[in-house]
């Protein structure tokens, strides 16, 4: 006697989060929050996310959620985890995938709706309880950002279009969390062709000589991109 194929009961749904880290020199780097006006977790911090919907992609359900919930678009998310504790929703078994990305969150005004109450950026060593398991997510991600600025630029959308090469070194800084070798640092940078160096000089507004400007050459900045290089020895 042969078993009939059977499909297993399930009762799971699919959510997606979004990380979007902020920059700016002055704040150095923040993660964008919602405050949930629902329950669960009602009137507590979380990321911006919501369910997926029969019809959308999930990079389409990720792209709505970050416009309804904080009133923002990102150009580019890269996937970072799933996440699927069977109980990390109290509601149902909920598997979430997360994204990720980087802007400069002073280009951005943020706009809270649906179901967020508001939308603020919070700098990442002074976040607030989050709700869910976001908490580790968060952490997550911060460990995958650093792991990959050593292997793939990072300052392009981040930067002004002219920059003193100390605003570079300030951004990596920010990112790791420590300091950095900054003479090899710069030795290294410029043999990799990314930035270059210009003629221009930045005003001075103290006491001091008047700083090189650089940019980034945007062609190699996509080949490094794509080819990466390695960083490891010198951050």
């Known amino acids: ?17 979004a990380i979007v880290f902020g920059y700016t020199q002055e704040n150095g780097i923040s993660v964008l929050l919602i405050k949930r006006k629902i329950e669960p977790f009602i009137n507590e911090w979380a990321l911006p996310g919501g369910f997926v919907l029969n019809d959308e992609t999930l990079e389409e359900a990720v792209e709505r959620e970050l416009k309804e919930e904080a009133g923002v678009s990102i150009n580019y998310l890269e996937q970072l985890f799933t996440f699927g504790k069977p109980s990390r929703d109290p509601r149902t078994r909920v598997i979430s995938v997360s994204y990720f990305g980087m802007v400069k969150s002073s280009d951005y005004s943020l706009l809270a709706s649906t179901d967020a109450a508001a939308a603020e950026w919070f700098n ?57 070798d900054r003479r090899n640092f710069k030795r290294k940078i410029m043999s990799l062709g990314l930035i270059i160096e210009l003629e221009e000089k930045a005003p001075v507004l103290t006491a001091g000589r008047p700083g090189k400007l650089y940019s980034f050459d945007s062609e190699k900045y996509k080949q490094l991109k794509v080819n990466g290089f390695d960083l490891n020895k010198l951050l």
């Not at 009939?4 to 989060?17: A, E, G, R, Y």
């Not at 990442?124 to 869910?132: K, T």
């Open 124 to 180: 990442i060593y002074e976040l607030p309880s989050l709700a869910f398991d976001h908490k580790e997510i968060v952490e997550k991600a911060i460990a995958r950002l650093r792991a990959k600025i050593v292997y793939e630029p990072i300052g392009f959308e981040l930067l002004d279009r002219k920059f003193l090469f100390s605003d570079l070194e300030q951004l990596y800084m920010k990112l790791l969390g420590r300091e950095i």
């Open 1 to 17: 006697m042969t078993k009939k194929n059977s499909t297993p009961q399930q009762d799971i749904k699919v959510t997606v989060d």
